[in-house]
């Protein structure tokens, strides 16, 4: 079975600190990995996506990910928060096999101290 | 492009009544979804439908009834709403297996069932 895992409902960091947003997943199949964000009173848009390439993986607004298939995880990190980062994280996770799902995790909230 | 729209934007129904969510995109995109989201539990997955004329049930259908109109169109349909369906309701879109993978997200639908 496939499931995805956040550490952390809520994550604070001061402005200017290192974000690392803990994701660990298990699948049966090579998965395809995403982090998606949602600002207040909005959907969901993509930051980024591992997709089997590169294990180390840059979105945008500075955020990045690294695949690690030993720890079963994919978090995500940005070496100096912004107060604009504030809003809700969620990986997710797509099966290699592609069953049309993609299986989100609970999210986790990023706030952000001045 | 418009992406995914959703109506309404927001939505007070009481006990009882019906209504319908409609959800659009102009991605030309196969798959599309219909989830809920409440504090604490992420995104729930109500139904799917891979393509034009077929749908699915996703983790917490009950209550909920889909039509995929065209491949464009995906409504949600609520029959006799209950307090338990307050939640704020998100339709995406994707083309599974096609080198993209990413979920294009509506801005949402507040719904209140007093």
């Known amino acids: 079975a496939q499931s995805v895992t956040q550490l952390g409902s809520h994550v604070s960091v001061s402005e200017g600190a290192l974000v690392l947003l803990r994701c660990n997943y298990s699948?049966?199949?090579?998965?395809?990995l995403f982090w998606y964000v949602q600002y207040p009173n909005q959907g969901l848009q993509l930051l980024l996506k591992?997709?089997?390439?590169?294990?180390l993986v840059k979105g945008i607004n500075g955020f990045e990910a690294e695949f690690k298939k030993s720890e079963t995880s994919f978090h995500l990190t940005k070496p100096s928060a912004h107060m604009s980062d504030a809003a809700e994280y969620f990986c997710a996770l797509l099966p290699g096999n592609r069953d049309d799902k993609i299986i989100f995790g609970k999210g986790t909230r990023l706030h952000i101290l001045p | 492009n418009a992406g995914v729209t959703q109506t309404p934007k927001f939505q007070v129904l009481k006990t009882g009544q019906s209504m319908t969510l409609q959800c659009a995109q102009d991605?030309?995109?196969?798959?599309m979804y219909w989830y809920r989201q409440d504090p604490g539990m992420g995104l729930r997955l109500i139904y799917y439908s891979a393509s034009e004329g077929t749908t699915d049930k996703g983790e917490v259908p009950n209550g909920y009834n889909v039509s995929r109109l065209n491949k464009r169109e995906f409504s949600l349909r609520l029959e006799s709403a209950a307090p338990s369906q307050t939640s704020v309701y998100f339709c995406?879109?994707?083309?599974?297996?096609?080198?993209?993978?990413?979920?294009?997200f509506g801005p949402g639908t507040r719904l209140t069932v007093l």
């Open positions: 991605m030309n995109h196969n798959s």
């Open positions: 699948s049966s199949v090579p998965p395809y």
């Open positions: 591992y997709t089997s390439a590169a294990t």
């Open positions: 995406a879109s994707t083309n599974v297996g096609q080198g993209t993978d990413t979920q294009y």
